[in-house]
């Protein structure tokens, strides 16, 4: 305790500069690497870190030593996993962007009006039999995907968004991908499904709509071209036919927009 109490009085400015600098770039880091899929490789390995902890105060040695080298294959391999986001991060520290605000998550009455501009765009969608496929990040980033379509930053609205699907223009070829309460991009690719078991009858979009949301928790909406049916995207899953009331029910329900206060989102929901 003494030797506790010790360190503490020789705790100066120049510590707490330290701990602040310190603090400020691993938050940065990680708000860079919180809208791509990177951020669940650095979840599995915080588990990892924390069951080795574990084993080591129990003394499991098997176990302990096993988690050891997967560590270290883990730490090895994340200059690769890590290759696009560091580089980003390079280049946003050189054009003296690194330290920059994050917008804050949009409040409740935000994300009801964008629920209702996405059910009236996806109602006169299908009314029109206008092809279309909008997908919704929620946890999971999917940077890795915007940066393959055309970044807008725009306003979410109904009639933004049909005009964007109208056959024949330069974005109606692709998905429009919605962070927040903004359109992000659109004319983004994303990946098929390779699930044998899928209706032969799903085209690219449902299966674009499908391969996605197989590997994070986006919501994916399509509007087919074919029949005008309205489709929705879950977990891999895909739900047909869906009617204006049952898409804005869903939609409320999958955002939890309601258990959320502005601009706050828990810890553990990072």
Not at 33 to 53: D, E, F, P
Not at 175 to 186: P, Q, S
Not at 192 to 216: M, Q, W
Not at 233 to 258: C, V, W, Y
Request: hydrophobic residues 50%.
């Amino acid at each position: 305790m003494a030797e506790f109490l010790s360190q503490f009085r020789n705790f100066g400015l120049r510590s707490a500069i330290d701990i602040i600098v310190v603090a400020v770039v691993f938050y940065q880091f990680y708000m860079l690497i919180k809208r791509t899929r990177a951020v669940q490789l650095v979840k599995g390995v915080m588990v990892l870190l924390a069951v080795s902890l574990l084993a080591k105060y129990f003394q499991l040695t098997s176990i302990s030593w096993l988690l050891d080298k997967l560590l270290e294959v883990f730490f090895i391999a994340i200059p690769v996993v890590f290759q696009p986001e560091l580089r980003k991060a390079l280049e946003q520290l050189g054009r003296g962007r690194f330290f920059t605000r994050h917008p804050s998550t949009p409040g409740v009455d935000t994300l009801e009006q964008v629920t209702e501009e996405l059910v009236r765009c996806t109602q006169v969608l299908s009314k029109n039999r206008i092809g279309a496929l909008i997908v919704l990040e929620r946890q999971t980033g999917v940077q890795d995907f915007v940066e393959t379509g055309i970044k807008i930053d725009g306003v979410v609205s109904s009639e933004f968004l049909v005009n964007i699907f109208i056959p024949n223009t330069p974005l109606h070829d692709g998905a429009v991908i919605i962070r927040r309460d903004r359109v992000a991009a659109a004319g983004c690719f994303l990946p098929l499904s390779v699930n044998p078991a899928i209706n032969k009858e799903l085209g690219t979009r449902h299966r674009a709509a499908l391969g996605l949301t197989e590997i994070t928790d986006s919501l994916a909406l399509v509007v087919s071209e074919e029949t005008g049916a309205i489709s929705i995207g879950i977990d891999g899953a895909l739900t047909r036919f869906t009617d204006e009331k049952s898409l804005r029910e869903l939609l409320l329900k999958e955002l939890d927009i309601k258990s959320i206060p502005s601009s706050v989102i828990p810890f553990w929901r990072w």
